[in-house]
Antibody, heavy 118, light 106 residues
Framework: HLQLQESGPGLVKPSETLFLTCTVA??????????WGWIRQTPGKGLEWLGS???????YHKPSLKSRVTISVDTSKNQFFLGLNSVTAADTAVYYC??????????WGQGTLVTVSS | EIVLTQSPATLSLSPGQRATLSCRAS??????LAWYQQKPGQAPRLLIY???NRATGIPARFSGSGSGTDFTLTISSLEPEDFAVYYC????????FGQGTRLDIK
């Protein structure tokens, strides 16, 4: 049974970089058919896809965030990562990692709240 | 960016009733549309993918239909556990989500 778990700081200062890790258990990141994604949720903007990555490093980003988002993968650790730079209060959200099944997300982490505040 | 508009924003029904939720895309997404259910404090749960395919373990009372720009999620007879927020999501051109429909107990 596949499980995903987000980890990282719950509080980030404005203008700094948010960095989150998603650890995958019960399955392998190494799959030709799957991408691994990051989605966030805010009360104001609902669910927002940030980007997805394959095990080989092919990446798709939300265009409006592309300059701020970095997504990477470490297959040896069965982990993938999200970096978001120059954060503001608008980046305060629950961040989810998820497995993409042909562009739909069939397995999700529990989510982690990240607050941007000084 | 493809915009998905869900209606109604809130739907109030009673257990046993039929629920019909709508999702309209700003341009054609073919059949590349999914539906999710989200309960408070939980991650979204995939219900339907590619417009009409139920995900693993999803009860038969959930069904999806539509293509192009207009899609529907139908819950044939509401169970108490079905009261939640429902989101649509397209994968035709990158990925975007609708703003959600809240299904409340009447």
């Amino acid at each position: 049974h596949l499980q995903l778990q987000e980890s990282g700081p719950g509080l980030v200062k404005p203008s700094e970089t948010l960095f989150l890790t998603c650890t995958v258990a019960g399955g392998s990141l190494n799959s030709d058919n799957h991408y691994w994604g990051w989605i966030r949720q805010t009360p104001g903007k609902g669910l927002e896809w940030l980007g997805s990555i394959s095990y080989s490093g092919d990446i798709y980003h939300k265009p409006s965030l592309k300059s701020r988002v970095t997504i990477s993968v470490d297959t040896s650790k069965n982990q993938f990562f999200l970096g978001l730079n120059s954060v503001t209060a608008a980046d305060t959200a629950v961040y989810y990692c998820a497995k993409s099944f042909g562009g739909s997300f069939d397995y999700w982490g529990q989510g982690t709240l990240v607050t941007v505040s000084s | 960016e493809i915009v998905l508009t869900q209606s109604p924003a809130t739907l109030s029904l009673s257990p046993g009733q039929r629920a019909t939720l709508s999702c309209r895309a700003s341009e054609s997404v073919s059949h590349y549309l999914a539906w999710y259910q989200q309960k408070p404090g939980q991650a979204p749960r995939l219900l339907i993918y590619d417009a009409s395919n139920r995900a693993t373990g999803i009860p038969a009372r959930f069904s999806g239909s539509g293509s192009g720009t207009d899609f529907t999620l139908t819950i044939s007879s509401l169970e108490p556990e079905d009261f939640a927020v429902y989101y649509c999501q397209q994968r035709s051109n990158l990925l975007t989500f609708g703003q959600g429909t809240r299904l409340d107990i009447k």
